[in-house]
């Protein structure tokens, strides 16, 4: 397994068609050379996941948007100027030279401008994009720290560029443009009110509505191998399942009302950026402590608030 923050050796990996794990603000990626179907294909096959699941592609410059992408509306070119780079990806009309493969034959791509500047730079030395779905197999937790990436592959890892930690720990919003409506496929980093700020009513089209109308929707993603039950009444569901060896993952500190080894907080300020953050990275750790259950209390139904929920709902579908 090599882990290198060189950027000459993750450019000559994918020049050679090879995938090379990325570092990025939300969560780490898995990306291969936008050029390159056999690399593309490699992708699938690392994450077993299903063809029918398209990718996001990733761009450092403007000008590569307007190779990937047609008919632009305007209001996406205002959101780019706005939050790009950042962790906002949209769904546009796909040029058509654009292989199927990374658009799972749909008539639109996925773009997004990362912001973290080893994958920038990375982006800029191979003058190519990046496809590169989060790192993870399908259906397992995001990767959000070096060491995340290495418990998922322990045998057959690709490079990993060695960014640190990302700074966000979500996956990025996903957003589509339907008619003159601007439509929510995912919920994620940039949050739903920032973007109406920007651009007024948003209308949310995610699992939720129950409406499955972009692959991403998939219900249950996410997951840690161990049983999650996300709880509204903490005291009540530890004192349900107190023989049983579980962990406890909360939003801001709390004093239970028996003893729990396992007791992750996830911002000790109640701060729900900082919450969203380390929320990944908790349910990596307490997954690996041989659990019976992990609890999560439910989140405050605002602003990031929502984002976690919506993950914690994914995680605890078995
Ligand atoms: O923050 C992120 O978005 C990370 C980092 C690595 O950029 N990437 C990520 O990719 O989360 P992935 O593949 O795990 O999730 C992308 C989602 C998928 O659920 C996919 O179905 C959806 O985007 N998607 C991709 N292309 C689409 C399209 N043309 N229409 C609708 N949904 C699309
Ligand atoms: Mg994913």
Request: aromatic share 6%; net charge neutral.
């Amino acid at each position: 397994m090599i882990i290198s923050k060189d950027i000459e050796l993750a450019a000559k990996h994918l020049l050679n068609e090879e995938l090379v794990v990325v570092p990025t603000e939300t969560v780490y990626g898995l990306a291969a050379n936008f050029n390159s179907d056999k690399a593309i294909h490699k992708i699938f096959e690392l994450k077993q996941r299903p063809k029918t699941n398209p990718l996001i592609v990733h761009i450092s410059s403007m000008d590569q948007l307007k190779l990937i992408a047609n008919q632009i509306p305007e209001k996406a070119i205002l959101l780019a100027k706005m939050f790009w780079p950042g962790p906002l990806t949209m769904v546009l009309k796909k040029n058509l030279q654009i292989s199927n493969l990374i658009t799972a034959n749909q008539e639109t791509v996925a773009v997004r401008m990362p912001n973290h500047p080893l994958i920038l730079a990375l982006i800029d030395k191979t003058g190519i994009p990046l496809v590169a779905p989060s790192a993870n197999p399908f259906t397992r937790i995001s990767p959000t720290k070096v060491s995340h990436v290495v418990d998922l592959y322990p045998n057959n890892c690709p490079l990993i560029l060695d960014g640190g930690n990302c700074s966000f720990g979500m996956e990025s919003t996903i957003i589509g443009f339907e008619n003159e409506d601007v439509v929510l496929y995912r919920y994620g980093a940039l949050s739903i009110d920032k973007l109406e700020e920007v651009i007024g009513k948003i209308e949310i089209r995610n699992h939720e509505t129950n409406q499955i109308m972009a692959p991403g929707m998939h219900k249950k993603h996410y997951s840690p191998q161990t049983n999650l039950i996300i709880t509204n009444d903490l005291d009540s569901d530890l004192n349900r399942l107190k023989d049983k060896n579980i962990g406890v993952i909360t939003f801001a500190p709390k004093i239970l009302n028996q003893s729990v080894v396992n007791h992750l907080v996830l911002s000790t300020e109640s701060s729900l950026e900082t919450a969203m953050k380390n929320f990944y990275d908790a349910l990596h750790v307490l997954d690996k402590s041989k659990l019976d259950f992990i609890v999560v209390e439910r989140f405050p139904v605002f602003g990031l608030g929502k984002v976690i929920n919506d993950r914690l709902q994914r995680a605890a579908v078995k």
